[in-house]
């Protein structure tokens, strides 16, 4: 979608590339989607931020996961990443514009793991 492409390209290099990478340890945490629950208290700040923007955007979306002791190692375990339902223009949008504006690793498949949905944040 030619709208998302040129919101992408407007967050080619934004501030410091090395803020919010989940392997240089300098992570900043947030609590502001804290009232979906404890599992969505102290994410890292680029999740928080991505996740409140796609759900303003498409408020169809459900988030489905958060903070968890399974599955991966890193992401989910230490606040880097949650999931939301899936919605084929919130994946677009969040593949061409978030991931490139809070520098995530990429999006991932939406048909991995337990079912389709989107994998918000670092992996």
């Known amino acids: 979608d030619d709208l998302a492409m ?16 989940p392997y240089n340890g300098s992570s900043r945490t947030s609590n502001a989607l804290g009232s979906y629950g404890p599992q969505y208290q102290n994410l890292d700040e680029n999740v928080t931020m991505a996740t409140q923007e796609l759900l303003e955007k498409f408020p169809n979306l459900r988030l489905t996961s958060g903070k968890r ?22 994946f677009n949008y969040y593949q061409n514009v978030l991931v490139p504006k809070y520098k995530f690793n990429k999006a991932l498949d939406p048909d991995h793991g337990t079912g389709k949905h989107i994998h918000l944040g670092y992996y």
């Open 6 to 21: 040129e919101q992408a390209m407007m967050y080619d290099n934004p501030g410091d590339a090395g803020f919010g990478n």
């Open 69 to 90: 002791n399974w599955g991966d190692k890193d992401a989910h375990p230490k606040g880097r990443a949650v999931d939301l339902s899936y919605d084929k223009d919130a």
